[in-house]
Structure formats: structure tokens, C-alpha cells
């Protein structure tokens, strides 16, 4: 499926958006396939999951008519409804921030082409730092909760930063330092516990495909813009990059 993407990008001779033209429609797909959704509901999902992000106001209505998720195996639309709010454009922008941190580290880019082995740990670095979901996650105390000198009251609106987690001092040295081969590397870009995202594996798995076939395939592959001028999507709670274009 990415050799196709990449196929239809061979002969491109200026820059190429690589979130527009590979990272959104690689990871659409794949999480489309997954669950089910056949090629004529994918426009209309698509739509509403952008709707849903960017809270343009209400979702458009799906239609059972239309919107059929695996019927031959007795997946429903809730099915699809779990994937339409969490799923492809974090992978997305998991994938378009990948290639953007070996292509603003080219020192660890060389290590990696030296050394492909290191794809696994490149990969957990890349979900340690490319934490999509804005800035912070809204929780309500359940109880009264006493943290240190402040008391949670029940009902208090509690925000945490999961960007901040992943780059603590006390846990990970040198925490902004992008470092492929970085070990140990407990970072909870996926969650924790009973909060863990069920789709770990296949993230990990695209991000894996992604990375080492891109620049496999793309040796030359470079930023066509500077890279102060590469611009985070701050719209929609799953985060990104606005673009990313690349010349190879």
C-alpha cells in the first residue's frame, strides 16, 4: 500500500506535502481496511472525523444507508465511531513527525541508514516526542484528591500534559534530545494501564513501514523549506503539522 503511495510520487519534480500525500492517506487507509469501511463510506467518514477535531460544530449524521462497518462480520457503527475520534490522523501525525525528526537530525538519520536494526527504538523515540492531542488532556476529580500542598476538590477540572511526562529530566536524560537508539525508553505516548490504546501494535507497525521505506526509497529526501518554517497544526485535539514539504 505505501509502495503505491510512493509510486504515485515518483515523478513529482517540486516540493511535495508528505502529511497531505503519504502520512494521511497511508494511515486512512490502513485504519480503514482494519475496521472495515468500504472505499465509497470512506469520503464521508473522512469528513466527519475532521468535523469532530477541528469542532466545527455538529458532525454530519451518518447514514446506516451508506455507512456500513464490517457487515459480514458483525462489527456495527460503534465500531467505526471509536476509530472515527482517536485512530488516522494521530497515526498521521505520528508518521509526518517521524520523518520530520530524522530529516532535522541528520546524524541520527545516518545512524539509522547505517544501522536499520535501530527502526524499533527510532520508532519509540518518535512516539516519546510526537505526543499528538494539542497541548493537554481535560480529566474531572472524581473525590477530593490531596497532591502535595493543594487539595483537589471533587468536580475540579485537572489538566495533564502528556508532553510534559514524556520529557521529564527524572526519567528521560537529555529529554529533548532526539536519540534513536534511546534506552531505556518508558514513554506513555500510548496511554497507561486500562487507558493503554488498543491500536499500539498497528501504530507501531506503520510507523515502522513508514520510516524505513521512505527513506529507503527516497535517499535524498530533504526539507524543501526551513525548518523554523515547518508549522504545527494547532486546530484539531489530535495535533501534527500543518505540512511537511520535502524534495528528493
Request: aromatic share 8%.
Given at each position: 500500500?505505501?509502495?503505491?503511495?510512493?509510486?504515485?510520487?515518483?515523478?513529482?519534480?517540486?516540493?511535495?506535502?508528505?502529511?497531505?500525500?503519504?502520512?494521511?492517506?497511508?494511515?486512512?487507509?490502513?485504519?480503514?481496511?482494519?475496521?472495515?469501511v468500504?472505499?465509497?463510506?470512506?469520503?464521508?467518514?473522512?469528513?466527519?472525523?475532521?468535523?469532530?477535531r477541528?469542532?466545527?460544530?455538529p458532525?454530519?449524521?451518518?447514514?446506516?444507508?451508506?455507512?456500513?462497518?464490517?457487515?459480514?462480520?458483525?462489527?456495527?457503527?460503534?465500531?467505526?465511531?471509536f476509530?472515527?475520534?482517536?485512530?488516522?490522523?494521530?497515526?498521521?501525525?505520528?508518521?509526518?513527525?517521524?520523518?520530520?525528526?530524522?530529516?532535522?537530525?541528520?546524524?541520527?538519520?545516518?545512524?539509522?541508514?547505517?544501522?536499520?536494526?535501530?527502526?524499533s527504538?527510532?520508532?519509540?523515540?518518535?512516539?516519546?516526542?510526537?505526543?499528538?492531542?494539542?497541548?493537554?488532556?481535560?480529566?474531572?476529580?472524581?473525590?477530593?484528591?490531596?497532591?502535595?500542598?493543594?487539595?483537589?476538590?471533587?468536580?475540579?477540572?485537572?489538566?495533564?500534559?502528556?508532553?510534559?511526562?514524556?520529557?521529564?529530566?527524572?526519567?528521560?536524560?537529555?529529554?529533548?534530545?532526539?536519540?534513536?537508539?534511546?534506552?531505556?525508553?518508558?514513554?506513555?505516548?500510548?496511554?497507561?494501564?486500562?487507558?493503554?490504546?488498543?491500536?499500539?501494535?498497528?501504530?507501531?507497525?506503520l510507523?515502522?513501514?513508514?520510516?524505513s521505506?521512505v527513506?529507503?526509497?527516497?535517499?535524498g529526501?530533504?526539507?524543501?523549506v526551513?525548518?523554523?518554517?515547518?508549522?504545527?497544526?494547532?486546530?484539531q485535539?489530535?495535533?501534527?503539522?500543518n505540512?511537511?514539504?520535502?524534495v528528493?
Amino acid at each position: 500500500m505505501l509502495d503505491s503511495i510512493l509510486d504515485g510520487l515518483s515523478d513529482r519534480t517540486g516540493p511535495t506535502d508528505l502529511c497531505a500525500e503519504l502520512a494521511a492517506p497511508f494511515a486512512a487507509r490502513m485504519v480503514f481496511d482494519v475496521v472495515g469501511v468500504r472505499e465509497e463510506d470512506r469520503p464521508l467518514c473522512l469528513h466527519r472525523s475532521h468535523l469532530l477535531r477541528v469542532s466545527e460544530g455538529p458532525p454530519p449524521v451518518l447514514d446506516p444507508a451508506r455507512i456500513r462497518v464490517m457487515a459480514d462480520t458483525g462489527q456495527d457503527e460503534a465500531t467505526l465511531a471509536f476509530f472515527d475520534v482517536t485512530e488516522h490522523e494521530t497515526l498521521a501525525a505520528r508518521i509526518a513527525y517521524g520523518l520530520l525528526f530524522l530529516l532535522a537530525y541528520p546524524d541520527q538519520l545516518c545512524r539509522l541508514q547505517r544501522t536499520p536494526a535501530l527502526i524499533s527504538s527510532a520508532v519509540e523515540e518518535i512516539l516519546r516526542l510526537a505526543v499528538p492531542g494539542g497541548s493537554w488532556i481535560p480529566r474531572y476529580a472524581r473525590e477530593d484528591i490531596e497532591f502535595g500542598p493543594i487539595l483537589i476538590e471533587r468536580g475540579d477540572l485537572v489538566v495533564f500534559s502528556l508532553q510534559s511526562a514524556n520529557r521529564d529530566e527524572g526519567v528521560f536524560p537529555d529529554a529533548n534530545r532526539f536519540l534513536i537508539d534511546r534506552s531505556p525508553n518508558q514513554h506513555i505516548g500510548f496511554g497507561y494501564g486500562k487507558y493503554h490504546c488498543l491500536a499500539a501494535h498497528l501504530s507501531r507497525l506503520l510507523l515502522r513501514t513508514a520510516i524505513s521505506t521512505v527513506f529507503s526509497r527516497m535517499p535524498g529526501l530533504r526539507l524543501a523549506v526551513p525548518l523554523d518554517r515547518i508549522e504545527v497544526d494547532r486546530t484539531q485535539v489530535t495535533g501534527g503539522l500543518n505540512a511537511l514539504p520535502v524534495v528528493w
